[in-house]
């Protein structure tokens, strides 16, 4: 790591005829976690967690798909997502409609970090991250796999809970838990 007043710097930046502003000082570890995100569960909220001491920055990235229809709108969702992570700076929440490797280009992100429930999951997020890969070898993808207790809980399954009315006690984080209407 190189500190921009240490004198050494320019004695490197002559020797190797680099301009000083163009040493790297530090790099970010920003990373982006895409998803629908309808509703966060406590699945996302554990991966989350868990991923804040790896990352100076986790940008928790909300994807539109015109294709799906959502029970909670992008700003709901948002909220919900701000509302679980108030007061953690690392955290940031954003909404995008373009490849989610171009979104990370644009955010400066140079990981990807992605939560895996089960097998059929790494299967899928793998050919994504292969994919990915060869569309943009700067940014890496991170694998996470989310704690036993919350395998079987997904967006999905929350959301046909709420359907009929059911307990979400233990299935989206207790910070929400008032506002996720039934």
Known sequence: MFNMHNSNNSNIS????????????ETMRRAVFP????????????????????????????GFNS???????IEERMQLISDVFAGEEKIKVDKYQILTIDYCHDKKANYLLRGLRTAADFEFERGIGQVNRLMADDIETVFMLTAPEYTPISSSIVRDVIRHKGNLKGLVPESILDKISL
């Not at 002559?14 to 790297?24: G, I, S």
């Not at 995100?37 to 868990?50: A, L, N, Q, V, W």
């Open 67 to 73: 294709t799906k229809g959502g029970m909670y709108s």
């Open 35 to 62: 998803g629908s995100f309808d509703p966060i569960t406590i699945g996302h909220e554990d991966i989350i967690k868990r991923a804040l001491p790896l990352f100076d920055e986790i940008i928790i990235a909300i």
């Open 14 to 25: 002559k020797l190797f005829h680099v301009p000083l502003l163009c040493l790297k000082t």
